[in-house]
């Protein structure tokens, strides 16, 4: 079923300010980030206390890109216009006043009118949890695999994503994308006792590209695919990689960044598992 997307049709009064947010979120009982008719979004949750604090005249919130559901965020980034003289520390414990407990604003500052949390942002940094052993506490932040993983295997696989290439053997064929080129900046692999952790830093990402990125890698840890499969999705359109789409349980959104150069600390989980 189509997703729908909501749309403000207020105008945008000429006195409002726009606010930067940095906002965590644990997806598990949301539809996604994008507010939707009839649906628990995270946009949604976040307007809906917005317009209790600021009236319904004008609020208008955007995110610099769309998690599915059950995805989370360490770091999510939106601008929030409305008409308002409160100050950004103010407006943050206002709004996490009116959030559950699963959404928290961390940080708000003020923000000039150039600035647009989604076009705005040079790259997206998403991490993947795999659990090498069943957990009773963190089965929503992470993927369980039962089978014993090649990591180094992966590790050298996961090279041939490097670059620009054509993902639409890694996206929806009907989704409403312009384009299936994407830039992948760096992707980096780390073990420890009972994490496979995967980040990948890329432009922009299509709608559950990186979760069947991480399936297929996946399925060269088991041995069932090679370097010449990955090779062969970037090079042909192939509707495999559906099948090996990983839950979105163990994906965040790590950070949006707006620079060119930048640095990022080592790759670490999000949770430890003893």
Do not use: C
């Not at 995805?71 to 943050?92: F, N, S, W, Y």
């Not at 407990?101 to 003020?110: A, H, P, R, T, Y």
């Not at 692999?189 to 069947?212: A, P, Q």
């Not at 990125?213 to 090779?231: A, P």
Request: glycine share 6%; charged share 30%; aromatic share 10%.
């Amino acid at each position: 079923m189509k997703r729908r997307n909501f749309k403000s049709k207020k105008v945008q009064p000429q006195n409002f300010r726009r606010f930067k947010l940095y906002i965590e979120y644990d997806g598990t009982r949301y539809s996604g980030w994008q507010a939707q008719n009839n649906a628990k979004t995270i946009q949604g949750k976040i307007i809906e206390a917005a317009k209790k604090i600021f009236g319904d005249d004008f609020v208008d919130l955007q995110g610099s890109g769309r998690t599915d559901s059950g995805v989370h965020a360490v770091e999510q980034i939106a601008h929030l216009d409305v008409k308002t003289v409160l100050a950004p520390e103010i407006i943050k414990m206002k709004l996490n006043d009116e959030l559950p407990s699963d959404i928290n604003i961390l940080e708000v500052e003020k923000s000039n009118l150039n600035f647009h949390a989604r076009h705005s942002a040079k790259y997206r940094v998403y991490l993947y949890q795999i659990s090498k052993r069943r957990t009773a506490f963190a089965k929503n932040y992470v993927w369980w695999i039962k089978d014993k993983l090649d990591f180094e295997s992966m590790k050298n696989a996961a090279q041939k994503f490097l670059g620009m290439h054509d993902f639409i053997s890694f996206a929806d064929k009907d989704s409403e994308e312009k384009s299936t080129k994407v830039l992948i900046h760096n992707i980096e692999l780390k073990e420890t006792d009972n994490l496979i952790l995967i980040r990948i830093i890329g432009s922009h990402f299509l709608w559950k590209m990186v979760r069947r990125i991480v399936g297929v890698l996946v399925e060269v840890g088991r041995g069932k695919k090679t370097v010449s499969d990955i090779e062969f999705y970037l090079t042909n359109y192939s509707d495999e990689p559906k099948k090996f789409t990983a839950p979105p349980s163990g994906l965040f959104l790590e950070k949006v960044i707006y620079e060119k150069e930048f640095t990022i600390e080592e790759i670490g989980p999000v949770l430890i598992l003893p």
